[in-house]
């Protein structure tokens, strides 16, 4: 009687959504609500402290530059210790940093010098965050369904961020960003208590390394033999920088110039959220298979706001060149979440996603400090145009790529060889077949359950 009376209640849940799953899915909607208001409030803050264009990305360029120089390390620490446990002394971290940062903005004494260092203080903990998060979601479930938890995880995350940035444009304009970073904190503070009690005893012991370099080495050696993942890292380390620029720099500068001020900046970004929680729908149905293929192609709408911030179009224009942006968006990062689960080993994963992020995130700090600079020199039209080209250009030349072409969907169980890695290409009979990407079961779920995370996390 007691197994028949609980069946029920397991048949409402996916079989993939096992208790760790949920937990990285809880927590991670808390944080997107306070971090999307947190953006927009940065920036306003530097606006009202007295600074200009330059200032906000020399803030901007602060939270980058240790993201990217820590990031190396923060990998191979996750792929080392207990991953939760990396995530909640982040989380922490980036609690203090914003709790602090809130109290100078709401008492007028913020200096640009202090913002500076909060928000490194910020990025450095996101340093050791994101290949923790990226290694524990991917670790958390397994199975042919992988890419339908990617695509519900992303889904309940930019969900979240619609609200939060929505929320965080009017915050800013009727009470001051002081507050919207204050609920960023407590944000941090609610989400590391709920990853403090992810159960880890379902993931296999790592063995003993060579030590932290030789840990690094052997994730760089994972990364660069595989042509599809480099080269599509390297197309987004510019593509991410010219984003970075133009979402920290100038979509608010022409919001405040042109639209009317934070608010309408905030609905825009909203719209994109809207984008995508619908691209994670489609994709929660649909499964190509030239996934790397599919998912590059979708990389091309990603430089429409830009286009659309140069004419400049109106707030409802651009809202909507948002959206189509966060469809493509989504149908890129659920099928790399997808190929990375797919091709990478479970206990390389961590060191791995961070070369994904540094690779990724290395031209953030300089972009965000030029973007200014740019501004001054050419124009702020003639910039976004020219990070159009640029993000066009480098996506056409990764699909020159064989791999990036001819990367398949593989059936549940099968694996590639080392040598065929990238390739889509099966295990031979005579070799172990393993669940896509080395990963283990979640507490609670059976062996053929799924998951994983991605960029833009």
């Not at 480099?230 to 042109?258: C, H, K, M, N, T």
């Not at 709408?301 to 109106?314: E, F, T």
């Not at 948002?322 to 060191?351: C, D, N, Y």
């Given at each position: 009687m007691t197994k028949r009376s609980a069946s029920p209640r397991a048949a409402r849940r996916p079989e993939w959504a096992g208790r760790n799953y949920m937990l990285l899915t809880a927590s991670t909607i808390v944080t997107s609500l306070g971090a999307h208001g947190a953006l927009i409030a940065t920036t306003w803050a530097v606006f009202e402290s007295g600074g200009d264009a330059g200032d906000v990305g020399l803030v901007a360029m602060a939270r980058f530059l240790p993201l990217v120089l820590f990031l190396l390390v923060g990998g191979a620490v996750a792929d080392r210790i207990p991953r939760h446990r990396v995530m909640v002394a982040a989380n922490a971290l980036n609690f203090v940093s914003q709790a602090v940062f809130a109290a100078l903005v709401l008492s007028g004494t913020a200096e640009l010098w202090q913002m500076m260092v909060l928000t490194g203080l910020c990025g450095t903990g996101q340093a050791f965050f994101n290949p923790a998060a990226e290694g524990m979601l991917m670790s958390s479930v397994t199975g042919e369904q992988a890419s339908r938890a990617f695509a519900f995880y992303r889904m309940a995350m930019h969900g979240a961020g619609i609200g939060g940035a929505a929320l965080g444009g009017a915050l800013v304009a009727f009470v001051g960003p002081g507050w919207v970073l204050a609920v960023d904190a407590a944000a941090f503070a609610v989400a590391g208590g709920l990853?403090?009690?992810?159960?880890?005893?379902?993931?296999?012991?790592?063995?003993?390394?060579?030590?932290?370099?030789?840990?690094?080495?052997?994730?760089?050696?994972?990364?660069?033999?595989?042509?599809?993942?480099?080269?599509?890292?390297?197309?987004?380390?510019?593509?991410?920088?010219?984003?970075?620029?133009?979402?920290?720099?100038?979509?608010?500068?022409?919001?405040?110039?042109?639209?009317?001020?934070?608010?309408?900046?905030?609905?825009?970004?909203?719209?994109?959220?809207?984008?995508?929680?619908?691209?994670?729908?489609?994709?929660?149905?649909?499964?190509?298979?030239?996934?790397?293929?599919?998912?590059?192609?979708?990389?091309?709408?990603?430089?429409?706001?830009?286009?659309?911030?140069?004419?400049?179009?109106?707030?409802?224009?651009?809202?909507?060149?948002?959206?189509?942006?966060?469809?493509?968006?989504?149908?890129?990062?659920?099928?790399?979440?997808?190929?990375?689960?797919?091709?990478?080993?479970?206990?390389?994963?961590?060191?791995?996603?961070?070369?994904?992020?540094?690779?990724?995130?290395?031209?953030?700090?300089?972009?965000?400090?030029?973007?200014?600079?740019?501004?001054?020199?050419?124009?702020?039209?003639?910039?976004?145009?020219?990070?159009?080209?640029?993000?066009?250009?480098?996506?056409?030349?990764?699909?020159?790529?064989?791999?990036?072409?001819?990367?398949?969907?593989?059936?549940?169980?099968?694996?590639?060889?080392?040598?065929?890695?990238?390739?889509?290409?099966?295990?031979?009979?005579?070799?172990?077949?393993?669940?896509?990407?080395?990963?283990?079961?979640?507490?609670?779920?059976?062996?053929?359950?799924?998951?994983?995370?991605?960029?833009?996390?």
């Open positions: 990853r403090a009690f992810l159960d880890v005893s379902g993931i296999p012991d790592r063995k003993p390394g060579g030590g932290l370099f030789a840990d690094l080495r052997e994730g760089w050696q994972e990364f660069i033999g595989r042509p599809w993942l480099w080269s599509i890292v390297a197309q987004f380390s510019v593509v991410v920088a010219l984003i970075g620029a133009v979402e920290a720099v100038y979509g608010p500068l022409v919001a405040r110039d042109e639209l009317g001020g934070a608010r309408p900046w905030g609905i825009a970004l909203a719209g994109y959220g809207v984008g995508t929680v619908a691209g994670a729908v489609l994709m929660t149905r649909w499964k190509p298979r030239r996934m790397l293929l599919v998912g590059t192609l979708g990389v091309f709408p990603i430089a429409l706001p830009s286009a659309a911030l140069a004419i400049p179009l109106h707030a409802v224009g651009l809202t909507l060149v948002m959206f189509v942006s966060g469809v493509a968006m989504e149908i890129f990062g659920v099928s790399w979440m997808t190929t990375m689960h797919q091709e990478i080993p479970e206990e390389k994963l961590s060191r791995v996603s961070a070369y994904d992020w540094f690779g990724s995130t290395a031209l953030l700090p300089l972009s965000t400090a030029l973007a200014g600079p740019a501004e001054t020199a050419f124009g702020r039209t003639a910039s976004l145009w020219g990070a159009v080209v640029l993000m066009t250009v480098v996506t056409a030349l990764v699909l020159l790529v064989p791999d990036v072409r001819r990367m398949t969907r593989r059936p549940h169980g099968l694996t590639t060889t080392k040598g065929a890695a990238g390739t889509g290409a099966a295990a031979s009979p005579g070799e172990r077949a393993t669940t896509p990407g080395g990963a283990v079961p979640a507490q609670g779920t059976s062996p053929d359950a799924e998951g994983a995370l991605g960029r833009n996390g």
